[in-house]
């Protein structure tokens, strides 16, 4: 696989890449219900990051406005089987540029504990020392300023 296709998603055909990404990968794996999976955070105003490979979803992210310099970035997702390929971190670094060009400045994020790693190599660092339970996962508030 070459470098994915990036599409920021948009309109709801578009977001429907990133519903399908979750419903495989979050879903199905995790035996996370619909209903869990996706809330009110998803629909119109909420931004959508999907990856594509030949045109088929693997991998994607979405985030929403907190406040007027904030985002909330979450359900980073990638196809298990595209997983060891930098393509989260490709997903993460597309909404980076997105986020930045919208004008915020400061980058919220619930990591599961598995991933704090992968979010710290990103730049993210811990905002709380505290866990928060996110669904089913203990999750660990970390921010990532951009200014």
């Known amino acids: 696989m070459d470098y994915p296709e990036v599409m ?7 977001r429907a890449g990133a519903y399908s990404v979750r419903i495989e990968g979050m879903n199905r794996q995790h035996h996370i219900s619909l209903r869990d999976e ?9 931004r959508y990051i999907v990856l594509l490979d030949c045109g088929y979803p693997v991998a994607t992210c979405r985030f929403y406005e907190l406040d007027r310099e904030t985002v909330m970035l979450g359900r980073v997702v990638v196809l298990e089987e595209y997983r060891g390929r930098h393509l989260g971190s490709a997903a993460v670094r597309e909404a980076e540029k997105w986020i930045s060009e919208l004008g915020y400045v400061e980058i919220l994020i619930d990591s599961r504990l598995e991933a704090v790693g992968f979010y710290e190599k990103l730049g993210f660092e811990r905002a709380e020392s505290g866990l928060r339970k996110n669904g ?10 951009l200014a």
Do not use: L, P, Y
């Not at 996706?38 to 909420?46: I, M, N, P, Q, S």
């Open 136 to 145: 089913i996962f203990d999750c660990v508030r970390m921010r990532r300023s």
């Open 38 to 46: 996706f809330d009110e955070h998803d629909g119109d105003g909420t």
């Open 8 to 14: 920021r998603a948009e309109e709801e055909w578009q």
